[in-house]
T-cell receptor, first 117, second 111 residues
Framework: AQTVTQSQPEMSVQEAETVTLSCTYD???????LFWYKQPPSRQMILVIR??????QNATENRFSVNFQKAAKSFSLKISDSQLGDAAMYFC??????????????FGDGTTLTVKP | DVKVTQSSRYLVKRTGEKVFLECVQD?????MFWYRQDPGLGLRLIYF???????EKGDIPEGYSVSREKKERFSLILESASTNQTSMYLC??????????FGNGTRLTVT
């Protein structure tokens, strides 16, 4: 079974600075997807960024980028130019690409990010 | 945009009651999921469904059942609510290799 570990329960960053959230995972599969989701205090979880394991290039979405190290099974999220609206709980998630199990996702425990003005 | 709607935002029930949590999605997604979210434990999968009338147990199915009579609707049932089922419940839907789309969540309190 896959596991996802987020070792930082809480992180804080000064507005306009950069912060990196860590995520490691364990799997025996070679093809899979990794995601970062954001859950603001209003509670609805939304997708931040996704990475396909077969792609070597790190995904980027505006101020959000990942550092995907497949061999090390590491998938960190970097937030540049942090904004107050980035304050939220962030979840790292793993999803198999296989047809079995409907591609169910495994989540880490989450990292609560505080942005200081 | 995909919309996943959970019928209740807050729910208070008594121990032993049968509780229904409803979830509807509007994007014809095959897959639907029920997660439970507790502080420090992340999201834990209760049940999921990959087609109408098809269901599979997740990691913590005990005390729960589900129903999927129509593709757009996925219901979570607490047969006899207990205080340890007090939690935030999140419904999600997706295509097979796509990200999850979540509802707003239902905060259930069992007294």
């Amino acid at each position: 079974a896959q596991t996802v570990t987020q070792s930082q329960p809480e992180m804080s960053v000064q507005e306009a600075e950069t912060v990196t959230l860590s995520c490691t995972y364990d799997t025996s599969e070679s093809d899979y997807y990794l995601f970062w989701y954001k859950q603001p205090p209003s509670r609805q979880m939304i997708l931040v960024i996704r990475q396909e394991a077969y792609k070597q290039q790190n995904a980027t979405e505006n101020r959000f980028s990942v550092n995907f190290q497949k061999a090390a099974k590491s998938f960190s999220l970097k937030i540049s130019d942090s904004q107050l609206g980035d304050a939220a709980m962030y979840f790292c998630a793993y999803r198999s690409s296989h047809n079995t199990n409907a591609g169910k996702s495994t989540f880490g425990d989450g990292t609560t990010l505080t942005v200081k003005p | 945009d995909v919309k996943v709607t959970q019928s209740s935002r807050y729910l208070v029930k008594r121990t032993g009651e049968k509780v229904f949590l409803e979830c509807v999605q509007d994007m014809d997604h095959e897959n639907m999921f029920w997660y439970r979210q507790d502080p420090g434990l992340g999201l834990r999968l209760i049940y999921f469904s990959y087609d109408v009338k098809m269901k599979e147990k997740g990691d913590i199915p005990e005390g729960y059942s589900v129903s999927r009579e129509k593709k757009e609707r996925f219901s979570l049932i607490l047969e006899s609510a207990s205080t340890n089922q007090t939690s935030m419940y999140l419904c999600a839907s997706s295509l097979l290799r796509s990200p999850l789309h979540f509802g707003n969540g239902t905060r259930l309190t069992v007294t």
